[in-house]
């Protein structure tokens, strides 16, 4: 029988990476003090700042919320602020907004929730279709642009998303295996550029099933289902799998590619790939070109640019609310 490494208990929870074992208390306990360790490791909140979650509604943003919530007098934390971007999917949307809303409700945190359709009058698959673009590459466009413009918009430094160790080592070995090295320089732990608040993922040390685990054990409400866009390409899927049988026969693999990744980035990529930001002309968000991507996306869909437009009705959504 595997005995917890904290209290000599009968343990039931494996942490691959760690090589350890845990009873449930401890389990939990380790997954927060693994991610406060990230957190002060890259510096990614500090002492005051405010942060603002962008909350989902999956097991990953619903677990990073919560541990935010209860290790922010440890932090320093200021303030934890929920922020929900309802895409319009239909029923999926609606469940999704339902849930975070409650749970931001339970936990006593400040929630906004924003509707696309209100900003730009279509759903996200209506303006991916417009923009003849797959709907997940708009997606994170618009929500890039909408998460930082509401970020600044309540006054908080630092926005934290649910990115985990799983999703950065497969976005990064795609990104190495298709030469994007753009987007391989956008996948830092923590980013700071002058004008933008701070943009963190403090669950990149731990592993999916360790936050499914976490979410199940802490008794976290989130959503299951996949949203109907969700898409995993061949190359995606190939490096996927390639990446969980590499951790099954060594253990903590994934957490060696990430710091080579970090390294490399650091080191190769960074210095090549900087974007020397500049403003937008159009609604004077940071950008690296004259105009930004998310007012280049309104031409093309409504013929004219509508950033400043969009900024505008979220001041007055996040006011309201
Ligand atoms: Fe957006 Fe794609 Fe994620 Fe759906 S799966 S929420 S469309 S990024
Ligand atoms: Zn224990
Ligand atoms: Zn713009």
Redesign the pocket.
Known sequence: MAK??????E?EYRVSYAKAW??R??FIEYFEERVVETIRKYRMIKPGDSVVVAVSGGKDSMSLLTVLVKQARELGIREVIGLHLNLGIGGFSELVESVVREYCERLGVKCHVIHLRDLLGLSISELASKARRPPCSVCGLVKRYIFTVSTMTVNASVLVTGHHLDDVVKYALKNIYVGDYRSLASLKPVSVEEGLPVKARPLISVGERDIETYAKLSGIPYVEAKCPFKHEGDAEKAVRVFISELEESNPGAKLTLLSSISKLIHEYIEPRESRGLTRCSICGMPSSSDVCSFCRLTKKVYGKYMGADVASKIGKSLNAS
């Open positions: 917890c490494r904290r209290c000599g208990r343990a845990f009873c208390e401890h």
